[in-house]
């Protein structure tokens, strides 16, 4: 393989030191050039706030370590340079994939709660790419571009990991991060997120012929009576056991309507006599671009209100190993649940009442 490992730093004039940087990614695993532009912005601040996105997300093959732990990864490595763990601070942020506001709100907030009102505040970054816009979203704090170079991706840390080609993983992560990294493959959690990013590349293997790049449509239910959402529980892959709005793929001849009412019906074994169609409040298109690993996937996703009373038998089939009404506070509380961005959707319908 190529050698991937990141290039020194430039020399960079003397300057005051800031009070605290700001560092946003996903670390997804941290590796390398993470800690070299960690050091590097250390040496310009007193303290770095280190803001580690997708918190509270399900393990996925793209997002397979909780924030948790990754905090954990960045505190050993950075401990393992000779960085006292006083010089660090953490803060977690959700997705929020169709509420930029929301994300940087939480984003400004977490910042705010260490800084406690300093202006005196920097954003450490790099950008390279159109990944990189949200580094323009905080005009308030002087922006510190590093000057590591490299090509080092936890994209390919990831792919090198699942992938088997352990070797390579380990030469572009810190020793402390590939300590974890080997002990957590030998864990149930690593052979789920391995048997899945098997199932992904079969997926999109699959497709890898056609003459355009494959856009999925699918339809999702959320369904609400008394005060709880129905939810079915994943039975196979991808999020295998994760929670889900009932739902699938659009078929050949019927409409996105027809379709969402259908495959309720077959994953939760509702009552045929219950018109969905009927109780429909509202509905709305779902269409972030990387919403869906199994590739590029709309969702159309419609509201029903069954209203007050009773909450109807269920029974979970086809593609759900259960179905069950859900509380919509612990909807709403436990967004480490939920599959892909159902938990955003369900969040969308019922915030607006």
């Known amino acids: 393989m190529t050698d991937e490992r990141p290039r020194p730093a430039a020399p960079t004039p003397a300057r005051r030191k800031r009070t605290f940087g700001v560092y946003i990614g996903r670390f997804e695993p941290p590796h390398t050039a993470h800690l070299h532009v960690m ?52 803060v977690h942020v959700r997705d929020y994939y169709y509420n930029e506001t929301l994300w940087l709100s939480e984003v400004q907030a977490g910042v705010h709660a260490h800084t406690r009102g300093s202006t005196d505040v920097a954003l450490i970054g790099h950008i390279k790419d159109e990944s990189s816009y949200y580094l323009r979203s905080f005009p308030a704090w002087e922006f510190i571009p590093t000057h590591v170079v490299s090509d080092l991706s936890a994209t390919d840390v990831r ?108 994953e939760t074994g509702l009552n045929p006599s219950i018109d969905l169609a009927a109780a429909l409040r509202s509905q709305a298109v779902f269409d972030y671009p990387d919403r869906s690993l199994r590739g590029r996937t709309v969702t159309h996703a419609y509201h029903f209100d069954l209203g007050i009373g009773q909450l109807p038998r269920l029974s979970g089939g086809s593609d759900a190993s259960e179905a069950l009404w859900m509380p919509i506070s612990d909807v709403l509380a436990r967004p480490e649940l939920f599959f892909e961005d159902h938990h955003a959707i369900i969040e969308h319908f019922v915030m607006r009442g």
């Open 159 to 266: 792919r090198a990991y699942f992938e088997g080609r352990h070797g390579d993983a380990a030469q572009m992560v810190p020793p402390a991060v590939n300590a974890f990294l080997d002990t957590f493959r030998h864990g149930p959690d690593y052979a789920e997120l391995k048997a899945e990013y098997d199932h992904l590349r079969a997926y999109r293997a699959a497709w890898k012929d056609a003459p355009h790049p494959p856009i999925f449509v699918t339809t999702d239910a959320v369904i609400t009576r008394s005060g709880h959402v129905l939810i079915v529980r994943r039975a196979g892959l991808p999020g295998r056991g994760r929670l889900a709005m009932p739902g699938g793929f659009l078929e050949q001849h019927e409409t996105l309507l027809a379709c969402a009412i259908r495959e309720t019906h077959e």
């Open 39 to 90: 050091l590097e912005a250390l040496h310009s601040v007193q303290k770095l706030i280190i803001v580690i996105g997708s918190a509270r997300a399900a393990r996925n093959t793209k997002n397979p370590f909780t924030a948790d732990e990754r905090q954990d990864l960045i505190t050993a490595m950075l401990q393992e340079a000779g960085i006292p763990r006083t010089r660090l601070l953490f």
